[in-house]
């Protein structure tokens, strides 16, 4: 017992001082955000009132009216729960698809060093397309259903992962690699034990900003074209000059964010417990 007592640190151990200290610095910090945000909203408020035009500008009043008509009566296009789920949808699968490729093709690149100068013109010359014109590209040949958007998302994500699994490849210590050399590991030993989990915080890293990205790609397909989606009601509330359409669409596209953002932190923790802290 004497031993456990001592094996036990001041750093490991969290005393009710401690804890209470960091709960209100928590409580400090979310208190500050919520002051930042009534600020900025009541400001924003008081001059759609007094000082700008809030035809151009709309105002917090009338984007919480917005919301609360789509959310309650419905879209132009529908119920706004299907304009969410399709452009989620789209999201979700051009995320998937384009995490996936972009981790594969940068781990493997990245230990393929001829392979990846050969192609390194090629992939910089891609990423350089501006992603717009992709979309339009997109909607030509995939129509306007939900290929187009999941393609668009796809591209936007694949890139930024791409080239973090990319470099994360690389930076493996050059001295663990030999010794697992030495001690008889396999190309598929090396990658599986070496160099993914050396990898893993750089892949991390491009996961937190690639749904974002993706996001993004769907809603750009849909106002390149669509039928329905977030980007529908964007590119409707444009045509008819309702500012507060526009705010409330990018409203619920940053909460969709946020979301993922939560849900990929926890991933993130999971997969990154055997890391010391």
Known sequence: ??????????A???TPVLASARRKIRWGILA???ALVALWLGSWELAATYWIDPFFYSSPSAIWQKLIVWFTEGTAVGSIWTQISYTLQEAVFGFALGAVAGVAMGVVLGRARFLADV???????ANAIPRIVLASLFVIWFGLGMNSKVATAFVLVFFGVFFNAFQGAREVSKVIDDNARILGASRSQLMRTVVLPSATTWIL??????FGFALIGAIVGEYAG???GLGLLISQSQGTFDA????????ITTVLALLAEAVLTAVERRL???QPR
């Open 1 to 10: 017992m004497a031993d456990i007592a001592l094996a036990e640190s001041p």
């Open 12 to 14: 490991q151990v969290e």
């Open 32 to 34: 500050a955000r919520l």
């Open 119 to 125: 192609l390194a013109p090629f992939i910089k010359a």
């Open 205 to 210: 890293a491009s996961l937190h900003t690639a």
């Open 226 to 228: 669509a039928d329905k």
């Open 244 to 251: 507060a359409g526009i705010y409330a669409a990018m409203i």
């Open 272 to 274: 990154t417990k055997w």
